[in-house]
């Protein structure tokens, strides 16, 4: 089953997508959002997440959002 966009994500992995673009106010808010807009724990929300920077579909999706996402993760893996 396709979706009618061009990217071939899914409506779920383009709400994560949407979800990562806005700016939150305060703690706890992200993670309210995410259960109450997506139906997700935090712990699968952000494994779906991982995912998705490796994949070449969300990087043509929001190019920008992806390679922020990825110097965080790169960031945080060099720091470990």
Known sequence: MTDANDSGLGERERAVLALERRSWPG???KERAV???LGL???S???LLNALL???R???HDPVTVNRLRRVRTDREQRR
């Open 35 to 37: 259960r109450e807009q």
């Open 27 to 29: 703690p706890g808010a």
């Open 58 to 60: 969300a990087l043509a």
């Open 41 to 43: 724990s935090a712990t």
């Open 45 to 47: 929300y952000y494994q």
């Open 54 to 56: 490796d994949d070449p």
